[in-house]
């Protein structure tokens, strides 16, 4: 199998939709799926003629999915098997777990560890943590043509990936005579992703050569057998349907898997297709990142076993890494590639900053940057509370029973509070909380066992980092639902 690694460069923000959703939250992907590139060789359907076949529907061809790049070099999504203490404040300085070789909790400092699940960023092959994706909200309105003005009561907006920013996606060939063809199709400036006929989606894809990527290595001491999911994963049973666990026979083994020391999430999507302008089947896959743990019956030859698996796998579906060394860990599950990471790197771990810690020192920049801080934790707060109405805490919260003058006095408790935990204090305290005592505590919030208040509270410890703005802005909008 040959394998041609591309770059692609962003020359306008990009919008690639997590969801067909027309309304709501919408957000964007923080990478590029291969369909994508699947599609600019696409157009060229009709020159391809009988050729087509073989590109774009036998499966000899797999078009990766883009991710995001530092200095040239490939990432991979942070596997969930990582695992932090829930009070760490610095990452880049405290332990990580690898979830599958962890014997006991850890202790520090007299305690036993809360541990935390890594969800977001990517690993690159010179120990770089990407923190996060750089991604832009542009807020717009469809156009009254007939009175030549913004349409009454049609904003939208679009959650793109940031323009500027690099990225690499790899092309599989089992067969190697359409290679220099489809690096032709692909090469140049391109459109992709939503909005293309607006002002997104253009793009600048390049061959490269000599690029470092991570590779599977041999079974482990311990006799298990470590699936990392380097792209999703789609799987069906032996009924045909869609299903969340396959078996250790879909990995080209024979063994369990083990549930226990797994960690998978999951993700139900329907692809949009422009040649027949319409969504195809919705499609259940296990997320990238992903980490599915084996005990083989036999010792496992890695090298034999297939690269990508399940189903899909032209559009870069199935990818899987054996054992990689981004998951070797040492007593108790320490994770092993952050310390290694740290000697190449004179003794610490290198991370991509947030925009928030850039330095600057005349007196605009610095006004600009507080401005911007202000409109990213505005939007931040804004979406966390989007997100919660559209939560099952947010159905409990939005009962009818819960009147606006309570929202209201919430709202006013949270404007005044110093801090969150002084908030929590002003509402949750078992003697002196306004929601705790009075008429309307034993009428509304003391219902159900304390239903409601146990999910306000939920919610306040869930997006604590926010601060009371979360709170009082969540108020607000309760306030606001019809009754």
Not at 82 to 106: C, M, Q, R, S
Not at 255 to 265: F, M, T, V
Not at 372 to 379: A, F, G, I, V
Not at 468 to 478: C, G, H, I, Q, S
Request: neutral net charge; glycine residues 8%; aromatic residues 10%.
């Amino acid at each position: 199998m040959k394998i041609v690694y591309f770059k692609c460069t962003l020359l306008s923000d990009v919008v690639v939709n997590a969801s067909l959703a027309t309304e709501g939250n919408m957000q964007s992907l923080d990478y590029i799926p291969g369909s994508n590139f699947m599609g600019i060789v696409a157009k060229a359907y009709d020159d391809l003629g009988k050729r087509a076949y073989d590109i774009l529907h036998s499966g000899s061809i797999s078009f990766g999915d883009a991710l995001i790049s530092h200095d040239k070099t490939m990432s991979v999504a942070v596997p969930f098997s990582l695992f932090t203490d829930k009070l760490a404040t610095n990452i880049e300085k405290d332990n990580v777990w690898v979830h599958h070789g962890i014997e006991n909790l850890p202790v520090i400092d007299n305690r036993k560890v809360q541990l935390k699940q890594q969800r977001e960023g990517y690993l690159t092959t010179d120990g770089i943590w990407i923190r996060k994706v750089e991604k832009i909200f542009n807020l717009k309105s469809a156009y009254n043509a007939k009175e030549r003005r913004s349409a009454e009561g049609k904003m939208f907006g679009f959650d793109a990936i940031k323009k500027g920013q690099e990225f690499i996606f790899s092309v599989s060939f089992e067969d190697e005579s359409y290679i220099e063809e489809v690096i032709s199709l692909l090469e140049g400036e391109k459109s992709l992703g939503k909005s293309k006929s607006a002002q997104y989606g253009l793009v600048r894809i390049e061959k490269m050569n000599d690029v470092a990527s991570f590779q599977s290595n041999e079974q482990e001491k311990n006799g298990l057998l470590v699936v990392y999911a380097e792209s999703n994963l789609s799987f069906f049973n032996e009924y045909g349907h869609p299903t969340f666990t396959p078996k250790a026979e879909d990995f080209g083994v024979d063994g369990k898997i083990l549930w226990d020391k797994s960690q998978i999430r999951t993700y139900s999507y329907s692809p949009w297709n422009n040649k027949r302008n319409t969504s195809t089947t919705q499609r259940d896959v296990i997320l990238r990142g992903s980490v599915i743990v084996i005990i083989p019956d036999n010792e496992v030859r890695v090298d034999i076993l297939p690269q990508q698996v399940g189903h899909y796998r032209t559009e870069g579906l199935g990818r899987v890494l054996y054992n990689p060394i981004f998951l070797e860990y040492g007593e108790n599950g320490l994770w092993k590639y952050k310390a290694k990471e740290s000697e190449n790197n004179n003794g610490t771990f290198v991370t991509i900053p947030d925009d928030s810690a850039i330095n600057v020192s005349t007196p605009l920049g610095q006004y600009l940057k507080k401005k911007c801080q202000e409109s990213d934790n505005e939007l931040a707060v804004g979406r966390a509370v989007l997100n919660v109405f559209f939560s099952t805490e947010g159905n409990i919260l939005q009962d009818r029973t819960i009147t606006p003058s309570q929202w209201g006095a919430i709202r006013s408790f949270a404007m005044q509070a110093k801090d969150i935990d002084d908030l929590d204090k002003k509402l949750f305290d078992d003697e002196k909380g306004y929601l705790c005592h009075g008429v309307a505590a034993e009428r509304i919030w003391d219902k159900q066992r304390g239903k409601r208040r146990k999910t306000l509270k939920r919610v306040i410890k869930n997006n604590k980092e926010l601060g009371t703005a979360f709170v009082a802005k969540l108020a607000a909008e309760m306030a606001k639902k019809k009754n």
